[in-house]
């Protein structure tokens, strides 16, 4: 499968903004998403989550609140709702997919990647 992100940009902190992540190939019900971000001199870190189905989601403590997962089977599309943004979340965001694993906070246990899209919060 293969995952494109888009929807990154430039916002001011305490705006928002919606991440999009498109899958091509095998339908996208057969994959638990991640998102994840990593920041200049930084590991790369979990952000959140979703189930196969998207009954399930997680999140990272720091954006617990201010962003919301989701997902439309339908359409092979993954979102990420990034609310009330603040600077610390500017960073290289990636959308992922695994088929073995499930709903996971790990980055080795996802098999597919997008390229990144850079999401820069001005204060």
């Known amino acids: 499968v293969q995952l494109v992100e888009s929807g990154g940009g430039l916002v001011q902190a305490g705006g928002s903004l919606r991440l999009s992540c498109a899958a091509s190939?095998?339908?996208?019900?057969?994959?638990?998403m991640g998102w994840f971000r990593q920041a200049p001199g930084k590991e790369r870190e979990f952000v959140a989550g979703?189930?196969?189905?998207?009954?399930?989601?997680y999140y990272a403590d720091s954006v617990k609140g201010r962003f919301t997962i989701s997902r439309d089977n339908a359409k092979n599309q993954w979102y990420l709702q990034m609310n009330t943004p603040k600077p610390e979340d500017t960073a290289v965001y990636y959308c992922?997919?695994?088929?073995?694993?499930?709903?996971?906070?790990?980055?080795?246990?996802?098999?597919?990647w997008g390229q990144g899209t850079q999401v820069t919060v001005s204060s």
């Open positions: 979703i189930s196969r189905s998207g009954g399930s989601t």
């Open positions: 992922a997919a695994n088929s073995r694993v499930g709903l996971s906070t790990i980055p080795h246990e996802y098999d597919y």
């Open positions: 190939g095998r339908t996208s019900s057969s994959y638990a």
